[in-house]
C-alpha cells in the first residue's frame, strides 16, 4: 500500500522558518516525481513546489521563488519542503504527493498526482 506521511507543521512567526517533510512507503520511490501542495481555508488547493525523479529539476509557484527550497533523498523515500521568510498568506494545509506514473514529471496539476498525505498544518502570525 502506497502511503505518504507529513510532518514538520506548527506555528510560526512571520519570517521565521520551517521544514516539512514527507516519508514515502509502498512504491520504489526514486520512480515517481513529487510535489507539495497547499490548501488554506475557503480556498482552492494550490501547487506550491515540485522535484523530478531524481531532483534534477524543481519547480515552484511564483509567490514562494526564492523563500521555499523542494528536495528529496531518495535514499530516505522522503521529500522535503524547506520555508524560509514566512508570510502569514503561506498559512494554509501542506500536502505532498507522488506522480501516479513515472513519465509525470514538472507538473502543477493536482490531477497527475494519484497518491497523497495526510496534510500537515502551517499557520504564520503576524
Known amino acids: 500500500q502506497v502511503q505518504l506521511v507529513e510532518s514538520g507543521g506548527g506555528l510560526v512567526q512571520a519570517g521565521g522558518s520551517l521544514r516539512l517533510s514527507c516519508a514515502a512507503s509502498?512504491?520504489?520511490?526514486?520512480?515517481?516525481?513529487m510535489a507539495w501542495f497547499r490548501q488554506a481555508p475557503g480556498k482552492e488547493r494550490e501547487f506550491v513546489a515540485g522535484?523530478?525523479?531524481?531532483?534534477?529539476?524543481?519547480y515552484y509557484v511564483d509567490s514562494v521563488k526564492g523563500r521555499f527550497t523542494i528536495s528529496r533523498d531518495n535514499a530516505k523515500n522522503t521529500v522535503y519542503l524547506q520555508m524560509a521568510s514566512l508570510k502569514p498568506e503561506d498559512t494554509a494545509a501542506y500536502y505532498c504527493?507522488?506522480?501516479?506514473?513515472?513519465?509525470?514529471?514538472?507538473?502543477?496539476?493536482?490531477?497527475?498526482?494519484?497518491?497523497w498525505g495526510q496534510g500537515t498544518q502551517v499557520t504564520v502570525s503576524s
Open positions: 522535484i523530478s525523479r531524481y531532483g534534477f529539476n524543481k
Open positions: 509502498g512504491r520504489t520511490f526514486s520512480n515517481y516525481a
Open positions: 504527493a507522488q506522480a501516479g506514473n513515472s513519465y509525470t514529471s514538472g507538473s502543477v496539476s493536482d490531477v497527475d498526482y494519484t497518491t
